[in-house]
C-alpha cells in the first residue's frame, strides 16, 4: 500500500465512521437468529482411509449478531452438521462425519458508502470439532482447531429489503488437533477420549489451512423479522501427520429476530 | 438478486468437483490393492522387529503372483498368504462378499473344543454363580469352588467389565478359600485397564510389569517413547495366598497383558499351554479400493527386561494341555493338575 493510498484510508475511515454514527438509531442493534440447512462433504484422510469420501447430512446454526459503537459487530455463533459420507460405490464403508463449533467475532466496520455497501474486517475466536466415525468407533478420525481466524465481511444493502452479506474467515494460529499415525485408539478409548479434544500442537497457518466463506441473502419480512438463505463453502487441509482434505459445501435457510 | 444465482451457481459447481478437490481416487485393480495393503503394513505395521519379520521377502514372493487380471479369490488367497505369514492374531482381513480370516487363528478350533466350562460345572466344581459383567450374550463368567476342595474357582472368558471393580465382589464370594484356580483358557482379551483392576487385587505391591511403544515411522524399528504400566495394589479386597492361572493357546491379547501383572507376584503359578502371544492393541480399521477391510497391531510391549514375548506367549510354570478325547472322555487335565499342584507345593485341599 503506497502513502497515498494510506493517508486517503486514514481519511476516509474516520469520515464514514462519523456518519455512520449519525445514523445508527435507526437500526435495530441486536439479531437473534436460526438456520437450518443441507450440506454436501467430500472427504480424504489418509489417516483414515486412502479412499475418497463423499456424501451429504444436515445442518443447524443459532446466531447472535449485536451493532456496537460506530456500526462494528460483535457476533456469535453455535453450528452443528452431521453427514454420512462414504467411498463412492463401496460397499460397507459408511461413515459418520459430525462437525460442532461455536464461534465469537469482532468486526470492525472499515467503511460505509451511502449506507449501501459496508466493508468490515476483524478476528474471530473460535472451537471446532470435527470427528468421523466408522462403525461406531472401529475407525476414527478428527480435524479439532481452537484458535484466532482473521474475518472479513462485505454487506451490500440492494435496496430496503434485499441485502446481501459475504464474509471469509481464515484461521491464523491455534491449538490443531490431529490423530497420530497409528495407535491413537489407545490414547482414545484407554487414556482419555476428552483428550482428542485439545491435546493437540499450536501451530501457525502453512501447518494448516481453513477457509470459511459464507454468502447470505437477507430478505426483510417485517421491522422485526428477516428470511435469510445462506450458502457455505468451507476448505480445511493439512499434512499433519498424514494429509486430510475436507470442502463441505452447504445450503440453509433461516429467520432473525431483530431487537 | 443476480449475485444470488451466481453464488447457486457456485455452489453447483463445487458439489461437483471431488475430483478436483480430494485428487483421483485409488483405483480399484488387483495390483493397487495389493500395493496399499503391503505398503500400510509396511509403514504401521508394529511388530517386524520383536518378530523378526522379513516383510520385503513377502512382497518379493508375492507380487510377481498379482496382475491386474488377478481374480477376487486369487487375490484374497494371496492376502490371506500374506498375513498368515505374520502370525498374530490380532491381525485380520475381512470382505462383506468374500470372507473373514485373522492370522494366527488357525488352530482356535482345535483349542476351543480342548476346553469345556459345562465339564468343569458338572464336575470339578460346586457352589456356581454366573457373572454378569457385561450386556454380552455370549460371555461366560463364573465363580465356583473346586468339589470338596477349599480352593475358589473364577472363570472369565473375557477381560471386560462394566464395572471395573467387581472383582471385590468376587472376592467376598470366594476369598475365603486357601487358594483360587483363576482359569483365562479361551479368554479373548478385552480391555488392559481392566485386567490392571483385576490383578490389582491380587497385589503385593507396585512393580514395573511392561512398557509399550508405539509404531510411529517408516522404518520397522520407528516407535514412540516406551510408556511404562505398574501393577499396584487396587479395590477394597486384596487376596494373597497361592493363585494358579490356567491358560491355553487362545488366551490373549488383555488376557496376556494382565498376566504380565499376575507374573510379579511371589504366589503366583501360570499352568497349562502357552499363551497365544499376541500383545499389541489394533489399529483403527483399514480400508480398500476393492472394499476390503482390516486391521493389524501396532504396538509392540516389552517386559521391563527388554524382552518381548510377541509371538512367544507366556510359557506356563507347568505345561498340560488337554486332547479332544480327554473331553470327550469327561477330564480336565489342567484342572487336575493345578489341583494336585497346590496339594503337592502348599498342602491345600
Not at chain 1, 443447524?60 to 451493532?67: D, E, L, N, S
Not at chain 1, 457476533?75 to 462425519?97: E, K, L, Q, W
Not at chain 2, 467376598?172 to 483360587?180: E, P, S, Y
Not at chain 2, 479400493?289 to 482390516?294: A, H, K, S, T, V
Request: proline residues 3%; charged residues 25%; hydrophobic residues 40%.
Amino acid at each position: 500500500m503506497n502513502k497515498k493510498s494510506l493517508l486517503l484510508l486514514l481519511f476516509i475511515v474516520p469520515i464514514s465512521q462519523w456518519a455512520q454514527s449519525q445514523d445508527e438509531t435507526k437500526f435495530p442493534k441486536n439479531r437473534i437468529g436460526v438456520q437450518v440447512g443441507l450440506n454436501n462433504l467430500l472427504f480424504k484422510d489418509l489417516v483414515f482411509s486412502p479412499l475418497n469420501y463423499n456424501g451429504q447430512g444436515i445442518s443447524g446454526t443459532v446466531f447472535y449478531q449485536r451493532i456496537i459503537k460506530r456500526r462494528n459487530l460483535l457476533t456469535s455463533s453455535v453450528n452443528f452438521s452431521s453427514t454420512i459420507i462414504a467411498a463412492g460405490d463401496i460397499s460397507g464403508t459408511r461413515t459418520v462425519n459430525q462437525k460442532f463449533s461455536v464461534e465469537l467475532n469482532y468486526l470492525y466496520c472499515l467503511t460505509s458508502i451511502k449506507n449501501r455497501f459496508n466493508f468490515y474486517t476483524g478476528g474471530r475466536l473460535s472451537s471446532h470439532i470435527d470427528n468421523t466415525s466408522f462403525e461406531d468407533g472401529d475407525a476414527i478420525t478428527y480435524f479439532n482447531f481452537h484458535g484466532l481466524s482473521l474475518a472479513g465481511r462485505f454487506d451490500y444493502h440492494l435496496n430496503d429489503r434485499h441485502q446481501l452479506i459475504s464474509t471469509m474467515k481464515i484461521p491464523i494460529w491455534g491449538n490443531l488437533v490431529r490423530p497420530v499415525q497409528t495407535g491413537w485408539d489407545n490414547e482414545f478409548f484407554e487414556e482419555s477420549g476428552l483428550a482428542t479434544l485439545y491435546n493437540g500442537e499450536f501451530v501457525f497457518i502453512g501447518n494448516f489451512f481453513r477457509i470459511e466463506w459464507a454468502n447470505f441473502y437477507q430478505y426483510k419480512l417485517s421491522k422485526k423479522i428477516d428470511l435469510t438463505f445462506q450458502i457455505d463453502i468451507q476448505y480445511f487441509q493439512t499434512s499433519k501427520p498424514a494429509l486430510v482434505k475436507m470442502m463441505k459445501t452447504q445450503v440453509s435457510i433461516g429467520s432473525n429476530l431483530k431487537f | 438478486m443476480k449475485n444470488t444465482i451466481l453464488f447457486v451457481f457456485i455452489a453447483m459447481i463445487c458439489f461437483s468437483c471431488e475430483k478436483a478437490v480430494l485428487g483421483e481416487p485409488e483405483v480399484d485393480t488387483p495390483e493397487n490393492n495389493f500395493e496399499l495393503l503391503w505398503s500400510d503394513f509396511n509403514e504401521n505395521y508394529g511388530l517386524f522387529e520383536a518378530r523378526e519379520w522379513n516383510w520385503d521377502s513377502i512382497y518379493m514372493v508375492y507380487r510377481p503372483q498379482v496382475t491386474n487380471q488377478t481374480s477376487d479369490d486369487e487375490l484374497w488367497d494371496i492376502f490371506k498368504n500374506m498375513i498368515s505369514y505374520l502370525d498374530d492374531s490380532h491381525t485380520f482381513i475381512y470382505s462383506p462378499d468374500v470372507d473373514f480370516f485373522a492370522s494366527g487363528s488357525e488352530e482356535d478350533d482345535l483349542v476351543e473344543a480342548e476346553f469345556s466350562l459345562d465339564l468343569l460345572k458338572d464336575k470339578y466344581l460346586e457352589n456356581i454363580e454366573d457373572l454378569a459383567l457385561t450386556d454380552a450374550e455370549n460371555e461366560s463368567h463364573v465363580t465356583a469352588k473346586i468339589q470338596d476342595k477349599n480352593i475358589g474357582y473364577i472363570y472369565l472368558s473375557e477381560i471386560e467389565a462394566n464395572d471395573e471393580d467387581f472383582m471385590d465382589d468376587v472376592l467376598k464370594k470366594i476369598g475365603q478359600h486357601d487358594a483360587i484356580i483363576f482359569d483365562i483358557r479361551n479368554n479373548t482379551g478385552g480391555d488392559d485397564a481392566i485386567g490392571a483392576s483385576i490383578a490389582g487385587r491380587f497385589a503385593d505391591g507396585k512393580h514395573l510389569v511392561y512398557t509399550v511403544q508405539t509404531r510411529n515411522g517408516p522404518n520397522h524399528n520407528d516407535f514412540t517413547e516406551p510408556v511404562s504400566y505398574f501393577t499396584e495394589i487396587h479395590g477394597q479386597e486384596n487376596y494373597r495366598k497361592p493363585i494358579i492361572i490356567l491358560t491355553d493357546k487362545i488366551t490373549v491379547s488383555a488376557a496376556e497383558t494382565m498376566l504380565f501383572h499376575f507374573k510379579a507376584f511371589d504366589l503366583v503359578s501360570q499352568i497349562g499351554d502357552t499363551t497365544a502371544g499376541d500383545f499389541s492393541d489394533v489399529s483403527m480399521r483399514r480400508f480398500l479400493p476393492n472394499g476390503w477391510q482390516y486391521q493389524y497391531s501396532i504396538m509392540q510391549y516389552l517386559k521391563p527386561s527388554g524382552e518381548s514375548l510377541d509371538g512367544i506367549g507366556h510359557i506356563p510354570f507347568i505345561q498340560v494341555r488337554n486332547s479332544i478325547s480327554d473331553i470327550e472322555m469327561q477330564e480336565d487335565k489342567v484342572i487336575e493338575r493345578a489341583i494336585m499342584f497346590l496339594f503337592d507345593e502348599y498342602g491345600i485341599e
